[in-house]
């Protein structure tokens, strides 16, 4: 029925084609690593077998692509991915304060930090590997040097969609993606230089590295700012300290505006976290946009 | 395996979601390297009976799931031909794991026996 491991591999993914991106990576990587062992222990035993005949037998053992699509279903369907939380309804002001009881937003938070460091990695990453590989391709060893970085992006690519799973709840490949196998490393190279996923991946070091600095500068200043509404009473009243000083003359609130002013600065804080919660989503869905290739 | 009434496979593919998860906890719990799926399958077929109890193809996922739950630990290693190879390995929490479901299975087998002689 399948001639190649290629065709049985089609036939999964469109078996798979509501699935999720991420499922679809992982199911054909399992898929690839399998079938390939499988038919080079059959041409062992036998050199003269043909690739559709062994694949016959293979896929029999191995299972039809709609029964392989449908176990992963039935597995991905009972493990939920990190973080994925059962909703309750609840009333407006429930689901506003509840953002602290929410794992996503605090995860976005974290996420939205870390990605200061990772940006400015990536961004760094990605400039000196390119500027390296296109410049040194006018020698000879220019070439594996370019393979090297763009296997690097990759990686990268991979790590990151382990750390957006992690902390932002949405569900990326758990396996790398290896569709080069098997071919000299000159294939390769072009392989990887025509393929639209590397380029996408490449865009998204660059991006994190713009958002990345966005966000930690909007996290540090209403961070700040909230704190300083809160913690006003006890500056003015433990520390004697003026809140406003301006021109060498201290300006203090009056103390009925005390209740007020914490309040304004919990409701900010409160306020910034859904929003980080919201942009966190959204982040994730750009992050799986760019990383996970169809 | 000619004609099996679509119960059947459905009663099948029901005992199997739990039932593969403890075989394969208990292979790589026997195994002193760290082993790969296509080995664990024909590791499988060797032991089982005649009659294949599940397609291989459907060991993978669970291997995944296993691992997401921490009871098994991966790593990729290159192979000689083909795509690299993903090796599993049993970690401590998946022999603990392991212990208390061979002796849920006991329990039930037990259970399942006692009612079919009626």
Same mark, same amino acid.
């Given at each position: ?40 222990? +059959? ?8 690739? +559709? ?112 799973? +992690? ?75 003026? +809140? ?51 | ?118």
């Amino acid at each position: 029925m399948f001639k190649t491991m290629e065709e049985y591999l089609d036939a999964l993914k469109t078996e798979m084609k509501d699935a999720d991106p991420a499922l679809v990576q992982d199911a054909q990587a399992d898929a690839r690593e399998h079938l390939s062992t499988a038919l080079e222990a +059959a041409r062992e035993a036998n050199p003269a077998v043909s690739e +559709a005949d062994a694949l016959g037998k293979i896929i029999e053992e191995y299972g039809t692509p709609e029964e392989t699509a449908s176990a992963y279903r039935e597995v991905e369907r009972r493990t939920s991915p990190a973080l994925k939380q059962t909703t309750k309804p609840r009333s407006a002001l429930g689901r506003f304060f509840g953002v602290y009881t929410d794992p996503r937003a605090w995860g976005a938070l974290l996420y939205m930090l870390i990605a200061f460091v990772t940006g400015v990695f990536y961004f760094s990453w990605a400039v000196t590997g390119l500027s390296v590989s296109i410049s040194f391709l006018i020698f000879i060893f220019g070439f594996p040097i370019a393979l090297l970085f763009l296997l690097s992006v990759r990686g990268l690519a991979l790590l990151e969609g382990r750390l957006v799973e +992690a902390l932002l709840g949405i569900r990326m490949p758990r396996r790398p993606l290896f569709s080069h196998q098997g071919m000299k490393w000159f294939d390769r190279l072009k392989a990887l230089l025509t393929d639209k996923a590397t380029w996408l991946m490449l865009v998204y070091m660059i991006v994190q590295f713009v958002l990345g600095t966005v966000y930690f500068v909007i996290i540090v200043t209403v961070l700040s700012i909230s704190l300083s509404f809160i913690a006003l009473p006890f500056i003015q009243e433990v520390l004697h300290q003026g +809140a406003v000083y301006n021109n060498g003359v201290r300006y203090y609130f009056p103390s009925w505006s005390y209740p007020l002013l914490v309040l304004g600065g919990l409701l900010l804080w409160t306020t910034f976290m859904n929003i980080i919660r919201g942009v966190g989503q959204l982040h994730g869905r750009l992050a799986k946009w760019l990383l996970v290739s169809e | 395996m000619t004609e099996i009434s679509s119960h059947t496979r459905k009663f099948q593919k029901e005992l199997n979601a739990g039932t593969s998860s403890l075989v394969l906890l208990s292979v790589l719990s026997r195994s002193k390297e760290p082993m790969y799926g296509y080995q664990i399958a024909k590791m499988l077929e060797e032991s089982g009976p005649e009659i294949p109890m599940m397609k291989q193809g459907t060991l993978y996922p669970v291997l995944r799931s296993l691992e997401e739950n921490g009871l098994l630990e991966s790593t990729v290693e290159p192979s000689v031909s083909g795509p690299p190879r993903r090796y599993y390995k049993i970690t401590n929490d998946g022999r603990e794991a392991l212990k208390e479901w061979a002796e849920i299975w006991k329990i039930t087998k037990k259970f399942v026996d006692a009612n079919l002689k009626g």
